[in-house]
């Protein structure tokens, strides 16, 4: 059985950090596609980033480009978000999805099978 469990979501000040954490269960990291989603309250879940399944391609939604960084820990079996200079636009819950080997469309949410519960993220004023 697949789990995805997130953490490392809060309240932060605009201009702050977080990193949130996806620790994988009954799946590889190193051999699944994997993004970060966030959907803010009367919204759409949307496309934040993604990696390849072999690690060597990213991608960055325009509104977080040279602020966040996705990567991986394969010994720790985890993939990390580390969000930097955040705005209060970026408040939403943030999800981690996942599946094995290559997807077709990073960017679209129906592409991953498997997802996590969601952590909270608030950024203020």
């Known amino acids: 059985q697949v789990q995805l469990v997130e953490s490392g979501g809060g309240l932060v000040q605009a201009g702050g950090s977080l990193r949130l954490s996806c620790a994988a269960s009954g799946l590889t990291v190193s051999s699944a596609s994997m993004g970060w989603f966030r959907q803010a309250p009367g919204k759409e879940r949307a496309f934040v980033t993604a990696i390849s399944w072999t690690g060597g391609l990213t991608s960055y939604a325009d509104s977080v480009k040279g602020r966040f960084t996705i990567s991986r820990d394969k010994a720790k079996n985890t993939m990390y978000l580390q969000m930097n200079s955040l705005k209060p636009e970026d408040t939403a819950i943030y999800y981690c999805?996942?599946?094995?080997?290559?997807?077709?469309?990073?960017?679209?949410?129906?592409?991953?099978?498997?997802w996590g519960q969601g952590t909270q993220v608030t950024v203020s004023s």
């Open positions: 999805a996942a599946d094995r080997g290559a997807v077709q469309r990073y960017s679209d949410p129906g592409t991953y099978y498997y």
